[in-house]
């Protein structure tokens, strides 16, 4: 078995696929698609849920809610948090033992207008990292903005879609926390959509990634320092998730990461594509 440990002094880092270890995880992952309706087990819902049932199952997403509620059976162990996303008949559920904050969201990736949409939901500094791109690229790094701001939001229970525009991505080292020194963890390189956004002069011509600007970081709602983890999920899905630290002045611990897809009467690891840190570096088990 090897180990890899270590604190991201980057704001943007690149670390190796996860992968499924039977040691409990401090942070779990469970990705499923609507396959795993056939787990759906009403009467292993919780309270709060059967008083919802009935209005969910009569809603036009009603696959959703039955592949969530198989899928939050799989959790394993308490937790502190827990945080959900549905998109297109599929599920995520984030949940950690460790965090009193956590939030997650899952989209798939589509054609739309991005810099249309940016007006309504993002900062000027994510705008300008928007405008730097195009074509696939920019929609892949559309998808990134989206997600991480959303899972922000849901973290602290904020208001969607109104506090979009107060987390997210900003520039310049946080007030809240001290400013890190860029120095790289791990082999490997950004993603390109990420590469050419923060670096703002494309790639080299070799096809090297352009230098990236280490001064990127996380900004959510509340009183702690944030960090997640950016990546897509085959080529169709972009996922975020987003956790706190102790307060804005406390350094967040390391973090161990369990990823699974569950499937109808079995898991399987779940491979994290073109993942980015913002803060933290996970403890990666391979």
């Given at each position: 078995?090897?180990?890899?440990?270590?604190v991201i002094?980057i704001s943007f880092?690149i670390?190796m696929?996860?992968?499924?270890?039977?040691?409990?995880?401090?942070?779990?992952?469970?990705?499923?698609?609507?396959?795993?309706?056939v787990?759906?087990?009403?009467q292993?819902?919780?309270?709060?849920?059967?008083a919802?049932?009935?209005?969910?199952?009569?809603a036009?997403?009603a696959?959703?809610?039955?592949?969530?509620?198989?899928?939050?059976r799989?959790?394993?162990?308490?937790?502190?948090?827990s945080?959900?996303?549905?998109?297109?008949?599929?599920?995520l559920?984030?949940?950690?033992?460790?965090?009193?904050q956590?939030?997650?969201?899952?989209?798939?990736?589509r054609?739309?207008?991005?810099?249309?949409?940016?007006k309504l939901?993002?900062?000027?500094?994510?705008?300008?990292?928007?405008?730097?791109?195009?074509?696939?690229?920019?929609?892949?790094f559309?998808f990134?903005?989206?997600?991480?701001?959303e899972?922000?939001?849901?973290?602290?229970g904020?208001?969607?879609?109104?506090?979009?525009?107060?987390?997210?991505?900003?520039?310049?080292?946080?007030?809240?926390?001290?400013?890190?020194?860029?120095t790289?963890m791990?082999?490997?390189?950004?993603?390109?959509?990420?590469?050419?956004?923060?670096?703002g002069?494309g790639?080299?011509?070799?096809?090297?990634?352009?230098?990236?600007?280490?001064?990127?970081?996380?900004?959510?709602?509340?009183?702690?320092?944030?960090?997640g983890l950016s990546?897509?999920?085959g080529?169709?899905?972009?996922?975020?998730?987003?956790?706190?630290?102790e307060?804005r002045?406390t350094?967040?611990?390391?973090?161990?990461i369990l990823a699974?897809?569950?499937?109808?009467?079995?898991?399987?690891?779940?491979?994290?594509?073109?993942?980015?840190a913002?803060?933290?570096?996970?403890?990666?088990?391979?």
């Amino acid at each position: 078995m090897n180990t890899y440990n270590g604190v991201i002094a980057i704001s943007f880092a690149i670390f190796m696929p996860f992968s499924v270890s039977d040691r409990p995880a401090l942070l779990q992952l469970w990705f499923a698609g609507p396959a795993l309706q056939v787990e759906y087990d009403p009467q292993a819902l919780t309270a709060e849920d059967r008083a919802r049932q009935a209005a969910r199952l009569a809603a036009r997403k009603a696959n959703e809610w039955r592949v969530s509620r198989a899928l939050q059976r799989r959790l394993r162990g308490p937790c502190q948090s827990s945080s959900l996303s549905h998109s297109a008949g599929h599920a995520l559920w984030a949940a950690s033992a460790l965090h009193g904050q956590i939030g997650v969201d899952l989209e798939r990736l589509r054609p739309l207008d991005e810099l249309a949409l940016a007006k309504l939901i993002a900062h000027d500094d994510e705008k300008l990292l928007l405008h730097r791109l195009q074509g696939q690229d920019r929609t892949r790094f559309f998808f990134r903005l989206w997600t991480l701001k959303e899972a922000l939001v849901k973290a602290v229970g904020g208001d969607f879609p109104a506090d979009m525009l107060r987390v997210g991505l900003r520039q310049g080292s946080s007030r809240h926390a001290e400013p890190v020194k860029a120095t790289a963890m791990v082999d490997g390189a950004l993603p390109m959509d990420v590469a050419r956004a923060v670096g703002g002069r494309g790639v080299a011509p070799s096809g090297a990634p352009a230098r990236q600007d280490p001064s990127w970081h996380l900004t959510g709602l509340g009183e702690w320092q944030w960090h997640g983890l950016s990546a897509m999920i085959g080529p169709s899905w972009m996922m975020a998730v987003v956790w706190s630290g102790e307060s804005r002045s406390t350094q967040a611990p390391p973090l161990r990461i369990l990823a699974t897809e569950a499937v109808p009467g079995e898991a399987r690891p779940l491979r994290l594509e073109q993942p980015v840190a913002f803060g933290v570096m996970p403890t990666i088990e391979t």
